[in-house]
């Protein structure tokens, strides 16, 4: 038993949460909200773990700057992103999910733990563009409950596409519940962001 697997199985028995799953896809974008606190990073984490699934999760570059935890969070699986330039990690991300059997890339669309207007676009974009399926991880305070359920394929429209979501993740409340941000994106309401999201995808 890998030691990932004892710490997961460790927790979950001892846990007030009950960790909802079903079979992923070989090759998914899992998203995963409500993210209001680095405990939801923690709990996805453990379920990951629990299954024995390899998964790689995008983290702010600036975390690499804490002593110790920086070095941990890239061992088991983190990605820097540096959101103030462009670094072609979307292009890299579609990349590997090409070239590799298995891929799980694992992304907080909120990009934040504070209440935002929107959702980042990201997890959509590497979505369209590698076609694979946007896999509904979830954390919810009021039943005490994360895992995952459900996955959907994007098609491109974009209102129709988070329509979706946004019924998927209707009530749910993270850890700390007035962090939420609601599943919706500046392209639904910005012409040119929209342009930007589904520039060179062949729908």
């Known amino acids: 038993m890998k030691i990932t697997h004892a710490i997961a199985s460790t927790y979950m028995r001892f846990s007030r949460w009950t960790f909802v799953h079903e079979e992923i896809p070989q090759k998914a974008v899992v998203i995963g909200a409500p993210h209001t606190s680095n405990w939801d990073g923690f709990l996805m984490a453990m379920a990951f773990w629990k299954v024995g699934r390899p998964f790689k999760f995008l983290m702010k570059d600036n975390f690499l700057k804490v002593p110790v935890l920086g070095r941990l969070f890239v061992a088991i699986g983190g990605i820097a992103t540096n959101r103030r330039e462009h670094t072609g990690l979307v292009g890299s991300m579609v990349h590997a999910a090409e070239t590799q059997d298995t891929f799980t890339l694992i992304i907080a669309p909120e990009g934040t733990r504070s209440k935002k207007d929107y959702w980042k676009s990201g997890f959509y974009r590497i979505a369209l563009e590698t076609g694979l399926p946007v896999q509904l991880g979830f954390i919810d305070r009021r039943n005490k409950t994360y895992g995952w359920r459900g996955h959907i394929w994007l098609t491109g429209d974009v209102e129709a596409d988070m329509d979706r979501l946004r019924a998927f993740y209707d009530g749910m409340q993270g ?12 392209a639904e309401d910005d012409p040119a962001a929209r342009e930007w999201l589904l520039e060179g995808i062949d729908l």
Do not use: I, K, S
């Open 175 to 186: 850890y700390h519940p007035g962090n939420g941000t609601v599943a919706r994106l500046r």
